[in-house]
Every structure is written in C-alpha cells, then in structure tokens.
C-alpha cells in the first residue's frame, strides 16, 4: 500500500503591495507592446510581426519568380520559427501585407482571395498562397552580409534580425498604423518618386530647409486615390509630427435619362476601417437620407467591378448637384479626417517624428547598412585575397611544394611542413593542400594574377568608402534611383488649395430664388419655382397645386425665398426649423413629400401652421391661438434654435391643439375668428410676452359647440378676408372690428346659416395682393383681391368661387403684393374658365340678407389668471 506523504507543502506566498505590483507589471506589458508589437521601427518601417513574416518568406525562398507557397506554411514557418503567437494572428497581417488598397507598394504577391476594399473576409490561408514583391527582396537585400543586429528568436533555437536592411524606404512609403499603450501611430503613405526626392535632396544638402522638403513631398499619396481639402494640416504634420487632413472622395456628374447622377471613382483611404468600407457607404448614406440629413437621392447603385470603383448616386429632378455633393461631405463617409501621428521607434524610444526627422533617420540607417555592408565585403575581399597570396606563393615554388607533400604521413603534417617552409598560415596551407592538379596549369596561374590584381583594386574600393562619407552617399543615391526607376509611379491622390471649412452652411451654395411652398392637410410638402403660378384672367380655370390624392387637399401655400427659414407648428404644441432649400422640390403637379420624412413627428402630431422667418430678431413675437380659444405671445427668439426632434413651443391643455401661429409687433392688433362666425380684437399688448413652455390667457370665450379657426395679426389698412365652405365670403376692413379687451366673446364676422356654412378660414390681406382659393378636390383658383367686394362687417358675404358639385372650399391663402412685384403678374396662355371665379358684377348683383341688430355681449373685465413659465 503507498504511503501518503503527509508533510505539508511549502508556503509560496510572496507578500507584495497591489499598487506596486500594478504599477511595475503594467509597464512591463507596455513596454512589450511598444516595442515588440504596435509601433514600427523608424528605420525600416516594420513591426515586428511583418518583419518576421519577410525573414519566414526569404527562408523558404519565396522570391517574386518563386512559385506560389501556401499561405498556411508561410504562417506556420513564422510562427513556429520566429513570432510567439499564433499562426491565425500572423495571417491577417500577411493578408494586409498583399492588399493594393492598404498598402501603397504592396510587400506580398497573393494568390486567390485576399479580400476587398468592401471589406470581404479572405479566404482560409489553407486556399491562398502567396510570395514575396520586389519591393519586399529590395527590403531584404544584403540582409547575409551582416549588415543589420541579429537576435535570438523567442525559444532561442535560432537567429532572427532586429530590423532589415530596408533598401526600400518603406515608412514614409507605405505608413503604418497602430495602437500601443498611451500612445498611437497613424503615419499615412506617400509616393515613392518624391520620398526619393527628398532623401536625394537632404544627401545633397543637410541644411535643406522644412519647406523644400515639403515642397518635393508635397502629401500623403493614398493607394486609393481621393483628393486632398488644403495644405494646412500637412504642414503642420511634416513640421510637427502631427496634423488633420481632409480626403474627399473623387467624383464627376452623368446625365443618363434626363436624370442628373454623381459617379464616385475614387473614395478615401482606410474607408473600410470601422465598418466604413465602400460596401457600407451605400446604408450609410440611405440612412442619411431617410433621416433627412442628406436630400436628392434618388437612388444608390453600386457599380464597381475588376476594372475600378463606381458608385452611383442618381438625383431626383431639379436637384442641384452641388448641394447634394455638399451634404454627401458633411454626412457620408466619401469625406473623411485623417489624423497624421508619425509615431514610431527611433533608438529603442518612441518618438514624435516630423518630415525631416523621417527622412534623416532613414538616411542615417542606409548609412549604417552601406558601412557594416563594405566592411563585411572588405574582410571577405580581404580573406580572399589572403588565400590568393598563399596559392600564388605554390605556384612559384610548385616542385618544393609537391615535394613537402609527398613526403608528408598525411594532411596536418604537411600543413605543418609548408607552413614552416613559406611562413604561409593555417589558411593557405589548407588551400594548397586542397588545390587540384588541374590548377597547376599556366592559365590557372594567370587567373590567380587576374584575380589578386581585382581585389587589391576591390580592397583599395571598399576602403575608400569606409573613408569617405561622400562615397556612401553616393552609393545610397545610386540605390535611391534605381528603386524609383524599378518600382516608382505617378501619385494617385490630388492635393486642393482649397481648406475645408466645417462651419460652411450649405445653404452658401444654394442661389437665393422664390419658391412657392405648398402643404396639404394629408402632410405632403414641396417648394416649386414661384413662377409656376402666374395669376390668371378673369374667368380662368386655374391651375392644379398638387397631384392630391383622393381625400388631401392643400392646407397652405405661400412664397418664400430658399434662404428663408421655415418654422413648423404642430397640433400638439411642438416648433421644428428648416430652411426653404431644405424642402424637396417637386413639379406642379407633384403631390411632395411626406412630412413625416422630413421631421420627426410623434404619433398623432401634425403640423398646423408653417410660419416664414426671414431673420429672427429682438422686435418681433409669436403669437399663437389654439382651438379652445386661448392666445400665447413669446419672443421670436426663443424659437431660433430648435432640436432634431422639435422644441415646444407652447404647453397645452389635453382636449386643446394650437390652430394658428402669426408673426407679430408692437401696435399690432389681433383677430381670432371662430367657425360660427364670431371674431374678436384686440391689441397685440393685451397679452404679455411669455415663456416658451407657459399655456397662455384666453383670447376669445366660445360659446358651446364653437372652436377657433383662424387668427391673423392685423395691419391698419388691410382687409380681413373670410371664406365659408359653401364657397361664399367677402372682404371687410380691419377697422370694422372694434378693438376690444381679449377674453371676450367678440362680434358678428360673417352669417354661417343657410347657404353659407360654417367657416373654413380667415386671411389677412390688402387690396393689392393675390388671392387662392383652395376646394377639397384639391383645386386652385387665383385670382385678385380687388375682385373680391368689401363688405362690411355684419354682413352675409357674396359668393366668391363657382363650386362643382360635392366640391367645397377648404382654405383659402394670399399672395402678397410684395410678392407679385418681384415676380410681375404674366397672364398670357391663360386657359379660360368662365365658371372659376365670380365677377364683382355678379357678387353685386347677388341678394343680401338685412343686417341683422348686433347682440351685446359683455367683455370679460377679469383676464384669467396667467400660467408661470
């Protein structure tokens, strides 16, 4: 039976302090990540991990006539022999290493699928295979001849270089990025031709300034083209190390079917980092446009093929391209900032490097690599030629020679024999014991002369070099210029004077033209060139205002400049702010777009009035009126700056809803009309200036089963113009509407018994303004206030507009006089239509009703109490 040890085990315990602990083990984990993962070494521009991927592919002989290995054994090599992760860690690197649209000057010729610019995984590396570029043997060059440290591997089984000899100058070329601890590199590519510019430059001259320098680098040359936005950000980035740029994609605008497209060719570099890869610019940008940041688009189609990128954005009509390529800037990833970080490792330190410092550490590498280089091939030329002696030496006493031999008991005896005869050392008397017969022979014997004689010449060649700087100079400007010859092409990414300014409105871009902005009750929205609409004869027909689709009809219109900003009021008390170029534009006979595309409205919220805003400035207000007859004032101001999703803009009552919004100033008056044809006046100081979210004071007391169904703010000359659903109304001086305290019940505006119904709305206007008439068939009829007689207040109205059978009159809107003398009143090529509108002869001619006795009404001497903001 075995025996249980029963001793107890040794207490292993190491008492030691968490924050001391912390404190040496992390910086222990970031130094490792610093210098042996994250950051590229300034000389050859390598991390670790590509570096290691190189000395696997040159082990195995991949050179670019090499045949094709798998990838798998390329990552198997690397990570058994020299990286300690891994093989599926170290094949995304190999694939990146192979991909033309990150790296500028790839260093991996791949076969089969190593992914896409959208993003597309690769293949599993037991399907591709790959070998090295040119580029990457350049990198690799006179790597044998002890030109660089050696190392050992991670299990110390063999040797490995800490940088390559780097022929190539692979930093400034190709950049790098990474993530380290605290700290980030971000170093974009640059053109082969003007790097070697440059160095060839600074060899030239060391006191080459910054700015000749940035002038043969003039920026960042990306493997995927783009173009970019200003110099500012490059040359902060060359004179410090670090800067912002701006790269805006490339692209020219179509004409296919009489329809406006942008075609993209080129998109900026690194897209695909992030999910912003150009597969993913497509959803990007439609979410844009469903949200409402981006208009125009119509559609979205991805082209691209074997032969290059195209995405096409097709524009709907009448869509400036100009404004829509601005939003695609402002909202889309076809623009993008590219920070500059030239972080990497310079003498075992991570280093903040500018232009300068780049290319300088780079020459001083090239420099070392030339040096350790010559003497290598000096002690070679030299060991050489210390052989030769020894061999030329037996030619001259060959019989001697033969002699020692053939009587020597075997090779060290007669090692030692010539070496004692000749003064030859251990070397050369190997050499001669090893020489063959055939080498006794005059020829061979002149081949030795020959031979001598070239390395005294390559010795005395290799250490003039040593001595002199200017000879390393050249040899590294004679490098320089065979590698741009062999591997150098035209810089793919444009630079643009121009700077980007973020804060730019779009709206800077957009001509300031009249647009006449209609909007039905069922939500559609547009703005058409105001010329559209030209007022018409008399007798004319007029013109449709919208498609409206059975049911809709046009709640308002009215012109506005497209700088003009657009405030809309909703039912339930909500402010939102567009600009007038922000609205689709659409033909006449369009019926727009849904509101609900543009804003963003809560179930059960529509919008009510839409209020023109030139400017906002200290003297005008707001004043509202809701349904339950109560009035709000606030200083137009407090709407200048609403949210995505609306502000509020008055607090309301739960059976209530606002019903009219007006522009509003000192001395005005204002009327608010209800549907059983009352109305009330009174001074726009009559209700104080409140807070955005107070309720109000009642503006007019309604009697049972009445509501409110305009307001206007009036003007002393003006008219109020007065419209009944049966298509009766009329026009009554402002003046005829006593001023009275608000709170009232107010006076007779109009009869609503009998022909002429309840009334569907009230509108300010003057005598010489425009007016619309607008029926549930989506009809619109204009024609001119002056036709309209002026009747006075406590009459019965005329009737205005012929109506078809089961057609009714929804609303009525004026053009304002302002208007038509901007745009002129063209009435050729008018359809005529005696039946549209109803002469002032025939609305003369029209019976009236006796005014009937006005009833007097008590004015509420109490205003009700006000709500605190």
Known sequence: MTETNSEPRPDRTVPRAIVREMRESYLTYALSVIHSRALPDVRDGLKPSH???????????????????????????????????????????????????????????????????DADPPAAMRYTEARMTGVAMEMLADLEKETVDLEPNYDETRMQPTVLPGRFPNLLCNGSEGIAVGMATSMPPHNLGEVCSALRALL??????????????????????????????????????????????????????????????????????????????????????????????????????????????????????????????????????????????????????????????????????????????LGKAEERKHIVDGLLIAQENIDRIIAIIRGSKDREEAKVGLSAEFGLSDRQSQAIVD?????????????????????????????????????VHDIIRTDLQEIEEKYGDARRTKISSMEVDSSVDIG??????????????????????????????????????????????????????????????????????????????????SKGRAITNILRLREGEVIQTILRVPEFNDENTIVFATRQGYVKKTALEAYSRPKKGGIRAIRLEDDDEVISVSLAKPGDTVVIASEK????????????????????VRGIKLREGDQVVGMIVAEPDSFLMTVCEKGHGKRTPIADYPIKGRGGQGVINIRTEGRNGKVVD???????????????????????????????????????????????????????????ERFGSDEEGIEENSAALVSVAEQAAEPQDPEIEEEEIDEDDESPEEDAE
């Open 51 to 117: 570096r290691r991927i190189l000395v696997a592919m040159n082990d195995l002989n991949l050179s670019p006539r090499a045949k094709y290995r798998k990838c798998a054994k390329v990552a198997g090599d690397t990570s058994g022999n020299y990286h300690p992760h891994g093989e599926s860690v170290v094949y995304p690197t190999l694939v990146r290493m192979a991909q033309d649209f990150s790296l500028r000057y790839t260093l991996v010729d791949g076969q089969g699928n190593f992914g896409s610019i």
């Open 204 to 377: 030239d001259d060391p006191n080459t300034t910054d700015a000749q320098l940035i002038q043969l680098v003039p920026g960042p040359d990306f493997p995927t083209g783009g173009i970019i936005m200003g110099r500012s950000g490059i040359h902060q980035a060359y004179t410090t190390g670090r800067g912002l740029i701006r790269v805006r994609g490339v692209y020219h605008v179509e004409e296919n079917k009489g329809r406006v497209q942008l075609v993209f060719t080129e998109i900026p570099y690194q897209t695909k980092k992030g999910g912003n890869n150009k597969a993913a610019i497509i959803p990007k940008v439609a979410e844009a446009v469903k949200e409402g940041r981006i208009t125009g688009i119509a559609d979205i189609v991805d082209e691209s093929n074997r032969e290059g990128i195209r995405l096409v954005f097709k524009l709907k009509k009448g869509e400036d391209p100009d404004v829509v390529v601005n939003l695609l800037w402002k909202y889309s990833p076809l623009q993008t900032t590219v920070s500059i970080i030239n972080l990497a490792i310079a003498n075992r330190q991570p280093r903040t490097l500018t232009l300068r410092q780049l290319l300088e550490a780079y020459l001083e590498h090239r420099k070392e690599v030339i040096r350790r280089r010559t003497r290598y091939l």
């Open 435 to 471: 020489m063959r017969l055939g080498s006794l022979t005059g020829l061979e014997r002149e081949k030795l002369e020959d031979e001598h004689a070239s390395l005294v010449a390559t010795i005395k060649d290799l250490e003039d070099i040593l001595e002199r700087s200017a000879r």
């Open 508 to 589: 800077d871009l957009i001509s300031e033209d009249l647009m006449t902005v209609t909007f039905s009750r069922d939500g559609y929205v547009k703005r058409t060139p105001a010329d559209t609409y030209r007022a018409q004869a008399r007798g004319g027909r007029g013109v449709k205002g919208s498609d409206a689709k059975e049911g809709d009809v046009l709640k308002s219109l009215f012109v506005a400049s497209t700088h003009d900003h657009l405030l809309f009021f909703s039912n339930l008390g909500q402010v939102f702010w567009k600009k007038t170029y922000d609205l689709p534009e659409a033909g006449r006979n």
């Open 677 to 696: 044809g009352r109305a009330i006046r009174f001074d726009e100081g009559a209700a104080r200036s409140m807070g955005r979210t107070s309720r109000g």
């Open 762 to 820: 009230v509108k300010l206007c003057g005598e010489a303004d425009d007016v619309m008439y607008i029926t549930s068939s989506g009809m619109l009829v204009r024609g001119h206030i002056a036709d309209v007689s002026s009747m006075g207040r406590n009459t019965q109205g005329v009737r205005l507009v012929n109506l078809k059978a089961e057609d009714n009159l929804a609303a009525v809107e004026i053009i304002a006089a302002a208007d038509l």
